[in-house]
């Protein structure tokens, strides 16, 4: 069964840092490029992060570009998102998501098809 499942959410202070794992089972993370999401509450969801399946290309949002760092230990089947300097916009149940119909870095959000349940984010002031 292919799956992905978060961990590492939490309520930290403003300028702390947190680290978010995305484990895949069914398949492997060097097979698809995976991207970590956020959705704040009224706000639309937000594409943060992306690596592609080689592990080569990344991407990251402007709002998060310099704080947040994506990375992939193929050993462990698992995606990093490392943040730092976090703000309470931070705020947001986080994502994680693999797209087995597209490559690269800028892929529609509908072409991600694997999605985790989400893993809860607070920062506070």
């Known amino acids: 069964q292919v799956q992905l499942v978060e961990s590492g959410g939490g309520l930290v202070q403003s300028g702390g840092s947190l680290r978010l794992s995305c484990a895949a089972s069914?398949?492997?993370?060097?097979?698809?490029?995976i991207g970590w999401f956020r959705q704040a509450p009224g706000k639309e969801r937000e594409e943060v992060s992306v690596i592609s399946h080689s592990g080569v290309d990344t991407m990251y949002a402007a709002s998060v570009k310099g704080r947040f760092t994506i990375s992939r230990d193929n050993a462990k089947n698992t995606v990093y998102l490392q943040m730092n300097s976090l703000n309470p916009e931070d705020t947001a149940v986080y994502y994680c998501?693999?797209?087995?119909?597209?490559?690269?870095?800028?892929?529609?959000?509908?072409?991600?098809?694997?999605w985790g349940q989400g893993t809860q984010v607070t920062v506070s002031s």
């Open positions: 069914g398949f492997t993370v060097d097979s698809y490029t």
């Open positions: 998501a693999a797209s087995t119909r597209g490559a690269g870095v800028n892929i529609p959000t509908f072409l991600y098809d694997v």
